[in-house]
């Protein structure tokens, strides 16, 4: 299960009463495992931090994540700490330098909230990690960290051409165009060296890692390569397995009504094109970590998951048999209609 604290605030409940009383719910739902949304990339942390020119949210300064936690564990359940990309507002604004760029030198900025700082400066690199051992270092009791949707470009040669990644590219490669081949490879590059670099961090304090990404589909329904989505995010999911600190858990994100929505196709993208997603996307991780399938009661143009279209989708992702069924987000479960029914049926079967 996703959580976002996020959706609960205006409801008159303290951080230890909304953790209270969303455990009970999750381990009635036979929930084992909860996504807690650590840092909110405007609006700061859910937990208690002095990290230098990190901020906290009201949660935060309650202790949001350390009452998840306490409760969690007594029911059961793990508690990963979710980190989405290396966006910050707070430094992005302090710290001009460390943005990713555009070719013509601009701040890349694909959304109004984007704050995409270049993974490959050395000064970003450092605060990072000192930012994710903040977080380990003051909750021990956590299970792991997930780094979400990590990449560079949202889809295309638009970044990054900062000073850091123009002046090491073309001293490793000399006299190679960029954009080009050796330009894209070398982008994704340092994203790999970057999720590594934190996996390595979560080991050696015996937590788990998990990368969560974006399974893209074309418009055929097949799933694209690895080196496709590479080229054109900087996300490369072959080089992220095969890094010598690969996550224990790689998180697919396989969203049919996304991708019937963007290709305006409700016939090749249903319910049912979860699970040869899900044995897909298995066959690209080939084993090397445990593969969750992730899936969204999210409105994309097709609107959101019923309770019979929720069930539907998740017994397709059963089928293709993967390590678990993870679901967005608490907050949008609790208002589908028989959600926890739903799930129960199709996890466990119409038997019990």
Same mark, same amino acid.
């Given at each position: 299960?996703?959580?976002?604290?996020?959706?609960?605030?205006?409801?008159?409940?303290?951080?230890?009463?909304?953790?209270?009383?969303?455990?009970?719910?999750?381990?009635?739902?036979?929930?084992?495992?909860?996504?807690?949304?650590?840092?909110?990339?405007?609006?700061?942390?859910?937990?208690?931090?002095?990290?230098?020119?990190?901020?906290?949210?009201?949660? #935060?300064?309650?202790? @949001? !994540?350390?009452?998840?936690? +306490?409760? &969690? %564990?007594?029911?059961?359940?793990?508690?990963?700490?979710?980190?989405?990309?290396?966006?910050?507002?707070?430094?992005?604004?302090?710290?001009?330098?460390?943005?990713?760029?555009?070719?013509?030198?601009?701040?890349?900025?694909?959304?109004?909230?984007?704050?995409?700082?270049?993974?490959?400066?050395?000064?970003?690199?450092?605060?990072?990690?000192?930012?994710?051992?903040?977080?380990?270092?003051?909750?021990?009791?956590?299970?792991?960290?997930?780094?979400?949707?990590?990449?560079?470009?949202?889809?295309?040669?638009?970044?990054?051409?900062?000073?850091?990644?123009?002046?090491?590219?073309?001293?490793?490669?000399?006299?190679?165009?960029?954009?080009?081949?050796?330009?894209?490879?070398?982008?994704?590059? #340092?994203?790999?060296? @970057? !999720?590594?670099?934190?996996? +390595?961090? &979560? %080991?050696?304090?015996?937590?788990?890692?998990?990368?969560?990404?974006?399974?893209?589909?074309?418009?055929?329904?097949?799933?694209?390569?690895?080196?496709?989505?590479?080229?054109?995010?900087?996300?490369?999911?072959?080089?992220?397995?095969?890094?010598?600190?690969?996550?224990?858990?790689?998180?697919?994100?396989?969203?049919?009504?996304?991708?019937?929505?963007?290709?305006?196709?409700?016939?090749?993208?249903?319910?049912?094109?979860?699970?040869?997603?899900?044995?897909?996307?298995?066959r690209m991780v080939e084993?090397?970590?445990?593969?969750?399938?992730?899936?969204?009661?999210?409105?994309?143009?097709?609107?959101?998951?019923?309770?019979?279209?929720?069930?539907?989708?998740?017994?397709?992702?059963?089928? #293709?048999?993967?390590?678990?069924?993870?679901?967005?987000?608490?907050?949008?479960?609790?208002?589908?209609?028989?959600?926890p029914g739903r799930l129960?049926?199709?996890?466990?079967?119409?038997?019990i």
């Open positions: 299960m996703r959580f976002d604290a996020g959706y609960y605030y205006g409801r008159g409940l303290s951080a230890g009463q909304l953790a209270e009383r969303l455990t009970e719910s999750w381990a009635e739902q036979g929930v084992n495992l909860v996504y807690f949304y650590a840092y909110n990339k405007v609006y700061g942390a859910r937990y208690h931090t002095t990290y230098p020119g990190s901020i906290m949210e009201d949660y #935060g300064r309650q202790d @949001l !994540l350390g009452q998840v936690i +306490r409760q &969690a %564990h007594h029911r059961s359940i793990k508690v990963i700490a979710w980190l989405n990309g290396v966006e910050h507002k707070q430094m992005w604004e302090a710290h001009p330098d460390w943005r990713q760029k555009t070719k013509d030198g601009a701040d890349y900025k694909p959304g109004g909230d984007s704050y995409l700082l270049c993974v490959r400066n050395p000064e970003v690199m450092q605060w990072w990690l000192g930012l994710v051992d903040d977080l380990l270092t003051r909750y021990p009791d956590l299970d792991g960290i997930d780094m979400a949707e990590f990449q560079i470009d949202r889809w295309g040669d638009h970044t990054c051409y900062c000073e850091h990644c123009t002046d090491q590219f073309h001293e490793t490669h000399p006299g190679q165009p960029a954009p080009g081949k050796k330009w894209r490879e070398f982008r994704a590059d #340092g994203l790999t060296r @970057l !999720l590594a670099a934190t996996g +390595r961090l &979560a %080991h050696s304090y015996e937590m788990e890692s998990h990368v969560t990404t974006v399974f893209t589909a074309g418009r055929d329904g097949n799933l694209m390569s690895s080196g496709q989505v590479r080229d054109a995010t900087g996300f490369d999911l072959e080089g992220v397995l095969t890094a010598p600190s690969r996550p224990d858990v790689i998180q697919a994100e396989l969203i049919w009504q996304q991708w019937a929505a963007l290709y305006e196709d409700q016939n090749t993208f249903t319910a049912d094109w979860t699970g040869g997603a899900v044995s897909d996307a298995k084993g090397r970590a445990r593969l969750i399938a992730h899936i969204e009661v999210t409105d994309f143009g097709c609107g959101s998951l019923d309770g019979p279209s929720l069930g539907r989708t998740i017994a397709a992702a059963v089928q #293709g048999r993967p390590y678990g069924i993870d679901i967005y987000d608490s907050y949008q479960l609790e208002r589908t209609k028989d959600a129960r049926v199709a996890w466990l079967g119409p038997g």
